[in-house]
């Protein structure tokens, strides 16, 4: 069973910055895309960004150029570098995993228990 534990998160003024951590553990290979979502009160979940066994990245047009997804196979831990935050990036985030690539895109399996980010104007 895959378990996922999200830390990093909390308050910061616009323009600041915050990196989000995820432990993962109960699996032993690296076969497992990762990503993180985020859904804000009274919207739809969102897929930030995602990477997969070989290290390509995807991102949301709305983070791009200032969010970076990596991962530290050694550590079993996912990283989410968020700089430049705007107010629109609150949310809780949710570190993700999945087998298959389609599904880490889109609905992952495996979900952590979300760690909120407030960003303040």
């Known amino acids: 069973q895959v378990q996922l534990v999200e830390s990093g998160g909390g308050s910061v003024q616009a323009g600041g910055s915050l990196r989000l951590s995820c432990a993962a553990s109960?699996?032993?290979?690296?076969?497992?895309?990762m990503g993180w979502f985020r859904q804000a009160p009274g919207k739809e979940r969102e897929g930030v960004a995602t990477?997969?066994?070989?290290?390509?990245?995807t991102y949301a047009d709305s983070v791009k150029g200032r969010f970076t997804i990596a991962k530290d196979n050694a550590k079993n831990t996912l990283y989410l570098q968020m700089n430049s935050l705007k107010p629109e990036d609150t949310a809780m985030y949710y570190c993700?995993?999945?087998?298959?690539?389609?599904?880490?895109?889109?609905?992952?399996?495996?979900w952590g228990q979300g760690t909120q980010v407030t960003v303040s104007s």
């Open positions: 993700t995993a999945d087998l298959a690539w389609a599904r880490c895109l889109y609905s992952p399996d495996y």
């Open positions: 990477i997969d066994t070989t290290g390509t990245t």
């Open positions: 109960g699996y032993t290979d690296s076969s497992y895309c």
